[in-house]
């Protein structure tokens, strides 16, 4: 079982940062792909960027490709997505997420384990 908290969502204004984090506990965390998705009110949950298990490989929407970065902290056990030049349209709840398999996948049925999400809210 793996338990995921995240933290760092707000409110910021539109051409703004925020550093989103994910702690994880009960397996180890190096083991896990991991990934944020995010869902706006009346829409479907979406990927938004994935990181494999060592680090090596990450994989973004491409909605925020070039703007979100996706990292891991294996000392930590905490994934991070830091959020830069955000846009109203990135307004939803986000998600940490994980997988007990090396490869990221961007289908919410292929994830083990989430988070309770965090609100991130960015004005015009």
């Known amino acids: 079982q793996v338990q995921l908290v995240e933290s760092g969502g707000g409110l910021v204004r539109a051409g703004g940062s925020l550093r989103l984090s994910c702690a994880a506990s009960g397996r180890t965390f190096s083991s896990l792909a991991m990934a944020w998705f995010r869902q706006a009110p009346g829409k479907e949950r979406e990927f938004v960027a994935g990181i494999s298990s060592n680090g090596g490989s990450t994989y973004y929407a491409d909605s925020v490709k070039g703007r979100f970065t996706i990292s891991r902290d294996s000392a930590k056990n905490t994934v991070f997505l830091q959020m830069n030049l955000l846009k109203p349209e990135d307004t939803a709840l986000y998600y940490c997420?994980?997988?007990?398999?090396?490869?990221?996948?961007?289908?919410?049925?292929?994830?083990?384990?989430w988070g309770q999400g965090i609100q991130v809210t960015v004005s015009s």
């Open positions: 997420a994980a997988r007990s398999y090396d490869a990221v996948t961007k289908t919410t049925a292929s994830y083990d384990y």
